[in-house]
């Protein structure tokens, strides 16, 4: 693929995401819209049904993703291990910068970036590393924030229980009704422009200021991603699985980390410049993953 070419593969996919974004950010900057409603209709309903239809598919194969859901594991933790000493160095609570280390930004950003990238089939690949990103982060990420966080809290998340089904919808090979799962497809196709929308208007709520914690977070988080990735590469069965990986490592800190830092009062200011910072950052970060995936 010639260097033109491959700027404009890089641009097709980055733009789409990054424009909803955009919208998002200049809707949020002057009209200051209240998502609260929208976004918990995204996590009650639209991401579950995704989640689901990608899951219950008749192409999934749960075994098929058991490795990459291992790797995916060994990225968050990994960077975690990666995350505890550079906090320690750079002056920052290490419950402030671990966790944004920890748990990227796989919904809002990750499921349309891989599946721009890679195309329809890698939906299943990219919703398997957004549920072990979740299951992660709302038992272990919210444990390290209060150790009184109960677990069993997770049988509640509507994504989590979706997940579940979906996963015994294909072990069990239970057959659908296909009207019924096309609807389900069809509140899932919500889900993707919301999430993207949803985080351009979150970023405009934000502040830019804190700016040495944001500047940390913004390079440690994708270096930690990717150094752990790169390692995890031997252990997966398929090239387009280890770029997945790579691509999933460079992804930014969670838009849900700050949620998470209002919860349970952990220096949010400091956290939203995390976020802020690493999302405004992953458009030059995930470009030069893109070169390097595409152009291999």
């Known amino acids: 693929m010639s260097g033109g070419a491959l700027l404009l593969r890089i641009v097709a996919i980055v ?6 974004i955009g919208v998002g950010w200049l809707y949020g900057r002057f009209r200051k819209p209240d998502m609260a409603v929208a976004n918990q209709l995204n996590m009650d309903l639209f991401v579950p049904a ?18 990459l859901a291992l790797a995916g594991s060994a990225v968050i933790l990994g ?22 280390m920890m748990f990227k930004n796989s919904g809002n950003m990750g499921i349309p970036l891989i599946v721009l990238t ?13 549920l072990v990103e979740n299951l992660l982060h709302f038992s272990l990420g919210a444990w390290m924030l209060d150790h009184r966080v109960r677990l069993l809290g997770l049988l509640r998340n509507p994504v989590m229980a979706a997940g579940l089904a979906g996963v015994a919808v ?3 090979e239970i057959p659908l009704w296909p ?36 500047l940390v977070g913004a390079l440690a988080t994708p270096a930690s991603g990717l150094v752990v990735a ?5 252990l997966l069965d398929t090239g387009q699985e280890a770029a997945i990986l790579l691509l999933f490592g460079a ?35 995930v470009s030069a993953v893109l070169a390097v995936i595409l152009g291999g």
């Open 50 to 67: 995704l989640v689901f239809s990608a899951l219950a598919a008749k192409s999934f194969a749960i075994a098929d993703h058991a490795m």
């Open 79 to 100: 960077s975690g291990l990666i995350g505890w000493p550079i906090a320690r160095l750079a002056g920052i609570a290490p419950k402030t910068l671990v966790p944004p």
């Open 251 to 285: 992804l930014p800190p969670a838009v849900l980390n700050y949620m998470f830092a209002e919860r349970y009062r952990q220096e949010p200011d400091k956290v939203a410049s995390i976020v802020m910072t690493g999302n405004v950052a992953a458009l030059a970060v």
């Open 170 to 172: 294909s072990l069990g």
């Open 179 to 214: 009207p019924a799962l096309t609807a389900i497809r069809m509140l899932g196709d919500v889900s993707i422009p919301l999430l993207l929308f949803s985080l351009g208007v979150r970023l405009a709520q934000s502040a830019f200021h804190v700016w040495g914690a944001g």
């Open 118 to 130: 890679f195309g329809e089939a890698a939906l299943p690949a990219a919703v398997v590393l957004f």
């Open 230 to 234: 790169l390692a995890c590469r031997p």
């Open 15 to 20: 733009f789409p995401v990054f424009a909803l």
